[in-house]
């Protein structure tokens, strides 16, 4: 498998990646790329992520048999608008997008006919920090993506989605949209909210900045992932809303409950309460292709 021209939609760290990794293995031949800045685009050209920076999307999609949508989740209905006429009807169109649902009614109010070329991708895969700079071809290796192919995808398209993130080092596994954002929601999303959460309340208090000074490996193993792109964020949070709320329901019951325990004085029952976390997260495993050793879930 190997590929003419793959088109960069979004020139930044997940994008930036992808195509270094494409590189090195040898599956592409020609990579152009289109940001918004034409600072990351020249830069992009000087770190060899892209061979040639393209001033539009229509521009870059022209002619590639390759498309990978790297843009904030906000960004993707008016980036298929910008392609929809110039994607090619062999092309494979895939993204890298944190939610599904709604990349996917993006795709099916703009794609028409060029819908089938399309296979909604999600790595679990990131870092605290974005940008270009931050590019590296081995950031996918061992890390799970998931495919969520739509009624009208083509199977060989999901196949050669597949055959793709596989050769780049990824575990792939295959899910419903829906089924995606329920459990990103639970497992991703919310932990994020958490620890932006967290560390506001924290610093929202007279003496937070005098407690965080005081901060231990506790504190930086639980707030690490608040270090996030925040515009990344917005948009996830934002765009997986419902989910998200039913999650907070969760939460706060779960809360509720370890409050009403303390203001009781039952510390048996507090105990109780400690250990049932403390077995499950103690008998958890990270599964196969969902390495995130200095990674943010995204």
């Known amino acids: ?12 760290l997940m994008g930036g990646s992808f195509a270094l990794a494409l590189r090195e293995a040898g599956l592409v031949q020609t990579i152009v790329g289109f940001s918004p800045s034409e600072k990351t685009r020249q830069r992009a ?12 999307v229509a521009q870059a999609v022209q002619g590639a048999d390759l498309v990978l949508l790297a843009v904030p989740v906000g960004a993707m209905h008016s980036s298929f608008v910008a392609m929809r006429d110039v994607l090619q009807a062999n092309a494979l169109l895939m993204d890298v997008g944190s939610t599904k649902c709604d990349v996917v009614a993006a795709a099916q109010a703009t794609l028409g006919d060029r819908l089938a070329c399309f296979v909604p991708a999600h790595p679990i895969a990131g870092k605290e920090v974005a940008g270009i700079e931050h590019a590296e071809a081995s950031l996918y290796q061992d890390h ?19 055959e793709v993130w596989t050769s780049v080092g990824s575990h792939v596994s295959t899910m419903t949209p829906e089924a995606h954002d329920t459990t990103f929601a639970a497992v991703s999303h919310l932990p994020h909210m958490l620890a932006f959460a967290a560390v506001n309340a924290l610093t929202a208090q007279p ?23 925040a515009s990344v964020w917005r948009d996830i949070l934002s765009a997986n809303q419902a989910e998200v709320l039913t999650q907070v329901a969760h ?27 403390s077995d499950v997260r103690s008998a958890w495993t990270l599964q196969a292709g969902n390495a995130c050793n200095k990674a943010s879930e995204n």
């Open 45 to 56: 050209i000087e770190m060899k992520v892209i061979d040639l920076a393209c001033t539009s």
């Open 207 to 229: 003496h937070g900045l005098a407690f965080l000074d005081m901060a231990g490996p506790g504190f930086r193993d639980f707030s690490r992932i608040a270090a996030s792109d």
């Open 1 to 12: 498998m190997r590929f003419q021209r793959l088109a960069l939609i979004g020139c930044g």
């Open 251 to 277: 939460f706060r019951a779960a809360l509720e409950q370890f409050e009403n325990t303390l203001k009781s004085g039952n510390t048996a029952a507090l105990q109780l309460l400690i250990q049932q976390a």
């Open 144 to 162: 799970r993506t998931i495919l969520t192919p739509l009624p009208q995808t083509s199977i060989h398209r999901t196949q050669a989605a597949h």
